[in-house]
């Protein structure tokens, strides 16, 4: 399933080419587009691991770009 987030403070397109890239590799990732210019995440994922990939990809946008905030729509 698809998930849209709004992201907030995001500031930076090599960080966002580079949060698409660490979140790709997340068990459970189908697919994820990370754009600066819409500020916008989507994220399509196995649905039981769902809160599992949420929580480290909030984690890894925080670590790449610390005043980064996910807002799911």
């Keep these: 399933m ?3 987030f709004r992201m907030e403070d995001l500031e930076c397109a ?3 080419a580079k ?3 660490e979140i790709s ?3 459970g ?3 994820v587009n990370v754009s600066f210019l819409a500020q916008k995440m989507t994220l399509e994922c196995d ?3 769902k809160p599992d990939i949420f929580s480290k990809a909030k984690a890894i946008c925080k670590r790449i ?3 980064c905030v996910l807002v799911e729509r």
Excluded: F, G, Q, T
């Design 2 to 4: 698809k998930y849209v």
């Design 14 to 16: 090599h960080c966002a």
């Design 47 to 49: 649905e039981e691991n």
């Design 65 to 67: 770009e610390p005043d």
């Design 19 to 21: 949060m698409e890239r």
């Design 29 to 31: 990732v189908i697919s």
């Design 25 to 27: 590799k997340l068990d």
